[in-house]
């Protein structure tokens, strides 16, 4: 078996200065990921797992250690080059979606492709179309985030992260505003992404149920990381 490592992580380390105290939420962790797998991050709030997530999707940089994705040594970047970096190479999808409210959906997930110059508008007009396909809601292409439920709301979201058709997905707590069913239906789609499509897949989430939806699940707690039980029973299922 050969597992492509995609995302690797050594004595990775952030802190943060607030005023005369040092804040180290992330110390000297060790962390692989393969392609194409689906992680679940736990931990209790404040345990740094935003933080881990800002690092690996690049909006971040890590105080010392070496972080790579996807075969590019982060670290290396500078802040725009970063910028450039995650445009091509990372979805991020949120809690609370992050639609922009005067947009319809269409709009929303043709908004990351809009940076792109290089793509003519019958390309973008393609993309846009099977993104929104993909996560079942062609036929919404021209309502306002206001006019959709919250799981369709997120369902967006996903289109509008897996767009630009990028590796890596990162997700915090993409299921915590959302009722059970959408919840699952949510968990069923980055699944599929994962599974199907082979994107690389990080999620926190405070969630058992949705822990138990990812093929391996890390804690984090005190800087520090642990494989977790969840892990097991995602296995066996
Ligand atoms: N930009 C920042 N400046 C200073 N401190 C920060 C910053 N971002 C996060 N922190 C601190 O780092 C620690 C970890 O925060 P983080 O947001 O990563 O936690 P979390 O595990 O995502 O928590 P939650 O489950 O509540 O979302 C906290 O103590 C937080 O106050
Ligand atoms: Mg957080």
Redesign the pocket.
């Known amino acids: 078996m050969n597992t492509e490592i995609f995302i690797e992580c050594e004595k990775l380390s952030?802190s943060?200065?607030?005023g005369r105290n040092t804040?180290t939420?992330l110390e000297s962790l060790d962390l692989e990921v393969s392609k194409g797998e689906f992680m679940a991050l736990m931990?209790?709030?404040?345990?740094?797992?935003?933080?881990?997530?800002?690092l690996i999707a690049g909006i971040?940089r890590p105080t010392s250690g070496t972080l790579a994705v996807g075969g590019e040594d982060l670290t290396s970047y500078s802040r725009s080059e970063l910028t450039e970096w995650r445009s091509r190479n990372c979805g991020y999808i949120f809690q609370l979606y992050h639609l922009v409210p005067i947009l319809t959906a269409y709009e929303n997930v043709e908004l990351p492709l809009l940076l792109d110059k290089s793509l003519s508008r019958k390309q973008r007009n393609e993309r846009v179309e099977s993104a929104l396909d993909l996560v079942g809601l062609a036929d919404r292409a021209g309502h306002r985030p206001s006019e959709l439920s919250g799981g369709q709301e997120q369902r967006v979201a996903i289109a509008r992260a897996i767009v630009a058709d990028p590796g890596l997905l990162v997700a915090?707590?993409p299921t915590g505003d959302l009722d059970r069913e959408s919840g699952a239906q949510i968990l069923e789609l980055l699944k599929a992404l994962a599974g199907d499509y082979g994107k690389t897949i990080v999620m926190?989430t405070?969630d058992v149920l949705a822990a138990e939806a990812a093929a391996r699940t890390l804690r984090?707690d005190k800087g520090r990381l642990s494989e977790s039980g969840a892990q097991l029973k995602g296995e066996l299922v």
Request: aromatic share 4%; no cysteine; hydrophobic share 20%.
């Open positions: 952030k943060y200065q607030k804040i939420p931990g209790p709030s404040g345990s740094g797992k935003t933080t881990l997530l800002n971040d915090d707590e926190v405070h984090l």
